[in-house]
């Protein structure tokens, strides 16, 4: 799916697509990637949506992505998180649990839960204690 769409300004005009899985752990996988760049090319190419030429470039949202959606909190699970909340300031920790209105960060050994609607931003990062099989 269509996670984002960006297009620059200027006289050679740069669209940025980013896709991602529609939902659940785990990371893009490179087919999916070459697929959806393939498919959007044509689409451009038949549609001319611009009136001058553009260079497109499809990736994925990224390792440490901008967390906002319930859905981003659900591909994030089992990573860490840094999250900027406005009761309990930062909290940076290993994401456990998504619900719809809230999620479960295990910090410093002990479990917290924190409302969606108290999160101000929160971002994935890479873990670099730990490599993935």
């Known amino acids: 799916m269509v996670e984002k769409l960006t297009i620059t300004k200027g006289k050679n005009p740069l669209v940025i697509v980013d896709v991602d899985k529609i939902d659940g752990p785990g990371s893009v996988p490179g087919t999916l990637v070459e697929t959806a760049s393939r498919l959007i090319s044509q689409e451009m190419d038949e549609l001319d949506p611009l009136p ?23 591909r994030t699970l089992g990573r860490l998180v840094k999250i900027k909340t406005k009761t309990e300031g930062r909290v940076s920790g290993r994401l456990i649990e998504v619900t719809d209105t809230q999620i479960t960060v295990e910090a410093s050994g002990k479990e917290r839960q924190i409302p969606l609607e108290s999160i101000l931003s929160a971002r994935s990062r890479v873990d670099l204690s730990q490599t993935e099989e």
């Open 52 to 74: 001058t030429a553009y260079t497109l470039e499809v990736g994925t949202p990224g390792a440490e992505r901008e967390l906002i959606t319930p859905r981003h909190y659900r």
